[in-house]
């Protein structure tokens, strides 16, 4: 048997298991919310655990919290964000009040009776350490959630997202590079079209990656900005004067980041605008990268039998059943992971529409679950393909060679010669008969002012 200690709040007695940091509050929650058994990230309960460590020093820094009870709850804070210490204990499931108060209490009480023990006091007498009247002083979970969202999300986004990013842009650049030579048959709905360099291609898919990460920095500087010092509803009732900007100062040396506080804390409280923006980015990311891995994944199809343009590595074999065969893996791995996150895009858009009532978003748990596992598998899967698929991609050149050769496109170079017309029929002809352009031409005893090899060269239509 557990062996419990009995607390009491102003519903009632309830037994909590002796070993618990958390107190009453969470026990209730736990009890309420037995419904997906997933708890807040790690990344979002240090990002909470830091805004708590903020608000304190501006509390003790305006004497409104006393050295002998700010320290204490100081160095429990700092086990959890410097050591990853007592993270087992916040066991409530992200399917909770739509506010995050569980969250926010579960907090306060494990930092309370850490603080507590520090001090050589027993866990759940809230004394001398409260969890209300001195962890959460000045703040309300209204305002303390989403600062906690915005700083987990910021610091995702650049110390994961980011740098993913910045490696898969200096990756294409070189494949940029590298196929710079190389002049294919270019595609329109699925169609043989004019030549194309295979680098444009390529440069298409890092040009699209640098869009995206402006757009996600335009995001970043939204995210900058946050309600702490708002309390209830924004109104910032039992907030000491001056504690938002002191609060903001410390985040922003805690996070390296230029965090600010809101000018309306209650736009930052009743709708979540800037994690709907990150979303929305998060979700342009994920199409770009359905495209370069679904356009990888096509010129890589084959290898006799598709377009075997591109040489994907060879990292597992593909068919429990087939010999040898090779499948483009991480193309499909990532396209799933975007898929994912297009979904996670839908369900945040969905919490902001239908959350954001009146004066509070009560949506705030799904919100940043659904953005911060976007953020994790995006950054992993973009790191995953950029090293096992793209750094390993080579040319086909004989394929593309012969892709060429047998274009019937490059017919196109002689419009201004023999006009639409002829080489619409020329085209005809030569996908009747399977000959190439230039055979065509000639078993047609069609004359060409200007020499016909240098006129249907592909390099020359690039």
Same mark, same amino acid.
């Given at each position: 048997?557990?062996?419990?200690?009995?607390?009491?709040?102003?519903?009632?007695?309830?037994?909590?298991?002796?070993?618990?940091?958390?107190?009453?509050?969470?026990?209730?929650?736990?009890?309420?919310?037995?419904?997906?058994?997933?708890?807040?990230?790690?990344?979002?309960?240090?990002?909470?655990?830091?805004?708590?460590?903020?608000?304190?020093?501006?509390?003790?820094?305006?004497?409104?919290?006393?050295?002998?009870?700010?320290?204490?709850?100081?160095?429990?804070?700092?086990?959890?964000?410097?050591?990853?210490?007592? /993270?087992?204990?916040? =066991? #409530?499931?992200?399917?909770?009040? @739509?506010? *995050?108060?569980?969250?926010?209490?579960?907090?306060? %009480?494990?930092?309370?009776?850490?603080?507590?023990?520090i001090l050589d006091q027993p866990r759940g007498k809230k004394a001398?350490?409260?969890?209300?009247?001195?962890?959460?002083?000045?703040?309300?979970?209204?305002?303390?959630?989403?600062?906690?969202?915005?700083?987990?999300?910021?610091?995702?986004?650049?110390?994961?997202?980011?740098?993913?990013?910045?490696?898969?842009?200096?990756?294409?650049?070189?494949?940029?590079?590298?196929?710079?030579?190389?002049?294919?048959?270019?595609?329109?709905?699925?169609?043989?079209?004019?030549?194309?360099?295979?680098?444009?291609?390529?440069?298409?898919?890092?040009?699209?990656?640098?869009?995206?990460?402006?757009?996600?920095?335009?995001?970043?500087?939204? /995210?900058?900005?946050? =309600? #702490?010092?708002?309390?209830?509803? @924004?109104? *910032?009732?039992?907030?000491?004067?001056?504690?938002? %900007?002191k609060a903001v100062g410390y985040l922003s040396k805690f996070t390296?980041?230029?965090?600010?506080?809101?000018?309306?804390?209650?736009?930052?409280?009743?709708?979540?605008?800037?994690?709907?923006?990150?979303?929305?980015?998060?979700?342009?990311?994920?199409?770009?990268?359905?495209?370069?891995?679904?356009?990888?994944?096509?010129?890589?199809?084959?290898?006799?039998?598709?377009?075997?343009?591109?040489?994907?590595?060879?990292?597992?074999?593909?068919?429990?059943?087939?010999?040898?065969?090779?499948?483009?893996?991480?193309?499909?791995?990532?396209?799933?992971?975007?898929?994912?996150?297009?979904?996670?895009?839908?369900?945040?858009?969905?919490?902001?529409?239908?959350?954001?009532?009146?004066?509070?978003?009560?949506?705030?748990?799904?919100?940043?679950?659904?953005?911060?596992?976007?953020?994790?598998?995006?950054?992993?899967?973009?790191?995953?393909?950029?090293?096992?698929?793209?750094?390993?991609?080579?040319?086909?050149?004989?394929?593309?060679?012969?892709?060429?050769?047998?274009?019937?496109?490059?017919?196109?170079?002689?419009?201004?010669?023999?006009?639409?017309?002829?080489?619409?029929?020329?085209?005809?002809?030569?996908?009747?008969?399977?000959?190439?352009?230039?055979?065509?031409?000639?078993?047609?005893?069609?004359?060409?002012?200007?020499?016909?090899?240098?006129?249907?060269?592909?390099?020359?239509?690039?």
């Open positions: 048997m557990t062996k419990t200690r009995t607390e009491k709040d102003v519903l009632g007695e309830v037994e909590v298991p002796s070993e618990a940091y958390w107190g009453i509050s969470t026990q209730r929650a736990l009890t309420n919310f037995k419904i997906s058994g997933r708890r807040m990230p790690e990344q979002f309960i240090v990002a909470l655990a830091t805004v708590k460590k903020a608000c304190l020093l501006a509390n003790m820094d305006l004497g409104a919290i006393p050295s002998d009870i700010g320290k204490p709850i100081q160095k429990a804070v700092d086990e959890i964000i410097r050591d990853g210490k007592m /993270l087992d204990q916040f =066991p #409530i499931d992200i399917f909770q009040t @739509g506010s *995050g108060t569980q969250t926010n209490m579960n907090m306060n %009480e494990v930092l309370a009776n850490r603080a507590n023990e001398p350490v409260h969890p209300n009247d001195h962890v959460n002083f000045g703040q309300s979970s209204n305002d303390a959630i989403p600062t906690a969202m915005h700083v987990a999300a910021l610091l995702a986004i650049t110390n994961e997202l980011m740098p993913a990013m910045d490696k898969l842009i200096q990756s294409l650049d070189k494949k940029v590079k590298e196929f710079n030579d190389i002049v294919k048959v270019g595609r329109t709905h699925l169609q043989d079209a004019v030549p194309i360099p295979l680098s444009m291609e390529f440069d298409v898919y890092r040009t699209q990656m640098v869009n995206n990460m402006s757009d996600l920095q335009a995001a970043r500087d939204e /995210l900058v900005v946050v =309600p #702490i010092g708002g309390t209830a509803l @924004g109104t *910032g009732l039992n907030a000491p004067e001056g504690f938002a %900007e390296n980041l230029p965090i600010r506080t809101h000018s309306v804390k209650a736009e930052g409280i009743s709708s979540h605008r800037a994690m709907v923006r990150l979303s929305s980015s998060l979700r342009l990311l994920a199409l770009s990268c359905i495209k370069m891995a679904n356009d990888i994944r096509w010129m890589g199809s084959g290898p006799r039998a598709g377009l075997g343009e591109l040489i994907l590595p060879q990292n597992e074999p593909g068919s429990s059943l087939m010999p040898g065969k090779i499948n483009p893996t991480q193309s499909e791995a990532l396209i799933q992971v975007c898929a994912q996150v297009i979904g996670h895009d839908t369900v945040v858009s969905f919490a902001e529409s239908h959350g954001s009532i009146l004066d509070l978003n009560m949506s705030k748990p799904v919100v940043i679950v659904n953005i911060l596992d976007a953020i994790t598998i995006l950054s992993n899967s973009i790191h995953s393909f950029r090293l096992h698929c793209l750094s390993g991609l080579k040319v086909n050149e004989s394929a593309i060679k012969d892709h060429l050769e047998r274009s019937l496109m490059i017919v196109t170079r002689l419009t201004p010669v023999i006009g639409y017309d002829k080489a619409g029929e020329v085209a005809r002809r030569a996908y009747e008969t399977g000959q190439t352009i230039r055979e065509t031409i000639k078993d047609m005893g069609i004359e060409i002012e200007g020499n016909l090899d240098e006129l249907l060269d592909p390099k020359k239509m690039v």
